[in-house]
């Protein structure tokens, strides 16, 4: 591909504006765009147009650019990412069914140790959950993220620890010791729990989600208020779900944890 003055190629500059539209801005102007890319407007025009007829971007009446359903259709017929959200879906409305709290269906990303959210069921009226669907947390700072590397390869586990945790909040554990201490602990017992980190009035559970070979692919995460927290329904039911969609995912029968799932102390 073809480099730009800046050495960013094609791809690079049509990454910069798909990546461009957030869910704060889902349409932008072309001035918009330019400005958000920090790329020419002759450029941003040109791309943008090619994008456009190419049905990856769309235009509406007022002349605004906004992703366009051609990505979604390449996504949806194509993505294994897409597959495990359907099977997961269906696993989450039974868990939402029977818990009524904030429940979410997530992918780890190890190359950045972030957790990618595919999709997320809400209590109304219940307190603030942070997961947005096709949004991004760090993985050490929340249930989901830890419960991931907590059963990923052990040289995951050290190159998570060996680079800095950054702190998402004042309750962010950044300690390497505390955190594999963490992670041993969710191995034991089979499901995470964090209470009071991303927001202090929350506490989150999450199980594993294991594939072929029984690898992580993915969390299933309960969100609740504290103040409604009730682990004797939560755990169980995170659990035979989470065996469930491994078992959809291809997963071999294993054990949830080394012992009873309810601890005498969370």
Request: proline share 5%; charged share 25%.
């Amino acid at each position: 591909m073809a480099n730009s003055r800046s050495g960013e190629s094609v791809v690079d500059r049509i990454v910069k504006l798909l990546s461009a539209f957030e869910r704060s801005t889902p349409v932008l102007t072309m001035s918009e765009l330019s400005r958000a890319t920090d790329l020419p407007t002759s450029t941003t025009h040109r791309l943008a147009g090619e994008l456009l007829a190419a049905g990856f971007l769309d235009r509406d009446e007022e002349g605004r650019f906004g992703i366009g359903v051609k990505m979604w259709e390449l996504a949806a017929r194509s993505n294994p990412v897409e597959e495990f959200r359907r099977r997961g879906l269906p696993v989450l409305e039974g868990i939402h069914e029977a818990v009524r709290q904030h429940v979410s269906l997530s992918i780890p990303s190890f190359e950045d140790f972030t957790v990618l959210y595919l999709e997320r069921l809400d209590k109304l009226g219940a307190a603030v959950n942070l997961a947005e669907v096709a949004g991004r947390l760090d993985m050490h700072s929340t249930s989901a993220g830890l419960c991931m590397v907590a059963h990923a390869p052990q040289r995951i586990q050290d190159e998570l620890l060996a680079g800095t945790l950054a702190r998402s909040t004042p309750h962010t554990e950044t300690n390497p010791g505390r955190v594999r201490a963490h992670l041993a602990q969710i191995r034991e017992r089979g499901f995470s729990r964090l209470a009071g980190v991303l927001v202090k009035e929350n506490a989150a559970y999450s199980v594993p989600v294991f594939g072929m070979g029984n690898e992580v692919i993915g969390a299933i995460t309960v969100v609740t208020p504290l103040l409604e927290e009730d682990p004797n329904l939560i755990i169980p039911v995170l659990v035979a779900a989470g065996r469930s969609l491994s078992r959809s995912m291809g997963a071999e029968q294993r054990p949830y944890g080394a012992r009873s799932w309810l601890p005498r102390g969370k």
